[in-house]
């Protein structure tokens, strides 16, 4: 019996490192949760990138009602995947869509716009990525959910699928899984 | 217009040196960091902050964007005179604790510090107490002697290598 004891635990320590390894299989690294949700978003002033176009302000996303906040470049691969998305998001009037055109060249963001479509009712141009860092920002394109007192509900880092959208996104612009700030 | 009282060399002299004294501290436009102290200090810290980007190593080596972003920020800090702690706190509020190559002892850490601590533990208590069975297994089977028979089976075993 003693003896039978002792193979087990082998046995017992491999499948627990099996259960920590499988897990680790599944984490995303590269996905770093947002040290700022349940936070007060930064104070900023951006300017526009064209004269047509709003900067955009903290003011901005202290609105009273939940907004979305994307970062995005022209030069950014990504953001041209999801851009469609947030097309077709633009056209619901009750969605606001902000953004902060990250460490780009306002001429390139204003052609970018122009040939795929410009979603946001106002853009701020961090030409050297300061604001972008308050934000926690490493890589773009990454989306925020601010509910309308400026406390950062969500972030969404890489590519907005819809499948997020739907599950993460789409519930906390209605104002659910609110998360307070202190 | 000229001088009514023309200095002599050495006031001008001691003139020149007040000067030049001064224009130090109004090039080095932080005069509680010198360039070299403020190297070395950012530095330090930049070997204990991740790289986002490039995941596993320091700012310090890394020379990606962000990296070289937040070396540039670093060093503003230390100018403003912020304290290294500070800096750290600066940059885990917008980015977590994952940004600190190593991680502080919280609750959220403990297991991680912690485990190495009990594993060791365990395996000490245990392993004390395998060597002390095995070397008291040994002292009894040492005291036994072989038999006669066993004896005559191993002079016989031995016998067919002579």
New interface residues.
Partial sequence: MKKNLLFIIPILIFTLVSIFLAIGLFLK??E?????IG?RIPTFELPKISKELNGLSEKDLISGKPVLVNIFASWCGPCRIEHPLFMELAKNQEITILAINH?DNPNNAIRWLNMYGNPYKKIGSDL???VS????V??VPETFVIDGNGCIQYKHISVLTKEILNKEILPRLNGKKHVKCN | MQLKIKPSKLQSFILVIVLIFFSGNIINANPGLSEEALETRSQKIYKGIRCLVCQNQSIEDSSAGLAKQLKVIIKELLNQGYTDQEIRDYLVERYGNWILLKPPFNLSTSALWVLPFIILFFALIFGTIYIYNKSKNQKETSNNQLKKEEEKELSKILGDFR
Avoid: M, T
């Fill in positions: 690294p590269k770093i949760p947002s040290a700022l936070k460490k050297n990525g300061r860092i308050d934000f926690g490493y890589g």
